[in-house]
């Protein structure tokens, strides 16, 4: 089936740094990602799904200067958290949908911010 | 926009029981319910997913039954065995579209 590879599975940075996490579809083109957050023990909120090629739709409440989403080929989408704060500390995931396969999820991205 | 409610929050079975895990929508545009299961620090791996042109849906242990007119939607997992133990979240497409909105999550624990 699909694979999506997402990098790095965990971080840890200092307040006010920015991090980086990529997605890549593996063998297959993605045209969209949908990139979710999940806090300790709750469920995976949407943020944003970004769009090959164009601007990526934010999710009512994410700040889109925060969470800056790039997806410039169709094999890649990332996420960038630009001056992290000890709040932004997360479980990231990413998904990708294709009719065959459904959803399929990146392995997460542990982000912890001191 | 759509609204997913998941019930229970926490599940204790006893193993070889029986677990039912339920789901309520509130978007009539929603057609694809898939069922996950989550480990802890895992990426959600899907179980069994139904459509709404279909009522029920079974593979081995496992089965979704769907009622569209309710607006809800089951899981059941019989012949319960630990390694079944995790985090199960069910979630519903959203306006007939492809994003997804996640249940709140049900905690299973199969107990020897």
């Known amino acids: 089936g699909a694979v999506v590879s997402q990098h790095p599975s965990r971080v840890i940075c200092k307040s006010g740094t920015s991090v980086k996490i990529e997605c890549r579809s593996l063998?297959?083109?993605?045209?969209?990602m949908f990139w979710y957050r999940q806090f300790p023990k709750k469920s995976l909120m949407l943020m944003a799904t970004?769009?090959?090629?164009?601007?990526?739709?934010?999710e009512q409440g994410v700040e889109k200067d925060k969470f800056l989403i790039n997806h410039a080929s169709l094999t890649l989408s990332t996420l960038t958290v630009t001056s992290a704060h000890p709040e932004d500390s997360s479980f990231y995931i990413c998904?990708?949908?294709?009719?065959?396969?459904?959803?399929?999820f990146g392995s997460g991205t542990r982000l912890t911010v001191v | 926009g759509e609204n997913v409610e998941q019930h229970p929050s926490t599940l204790s079975v006893q193993e070889g029981d029986s677990a039912v895990i339920k789901c309520t929508y509130s978007?009539?545009?929603?057609?694809?319910f898939p069922w996950y299961k989550q480990e802890l620090g895992k990426r959600p791996q899907l179980i069994i997913d139904?459509?709404?042109?279909?009522g029920e849906k079974k593979d081995q242990r496992i089965a979704v039954t769907l009622n569209k007119t309710a607006k809800h939607f089951s899981l059941h997992i019989t012949e319960t065995q630990p390694e079944d133990s995790a985090v199960y979240f069910c979630?519903?497409?959203?306006?007939?579209?492809?994003?997804?909105?996640f249940g709140t999550g049900t905690q299973l624990k199969v107990e020897l």
């Open positions: 998904s990708a949908y294709l009719d065959r396969d459904g959803y399929t």
């Open positions: 063998d297959f083109q993605a045209t969209t």
């Open positions: 970004s769009n090959e090629g164009s601007k990526a739709t934010y």
């Open positions: 978007d009539s545009a929603s057609n694809y």
């Open positions: 139904i459509r709404s042109n279909v």
């Open positions: 979630a519903g497409t959203r306006g007939g579209g492809n994003k997804l909105t």
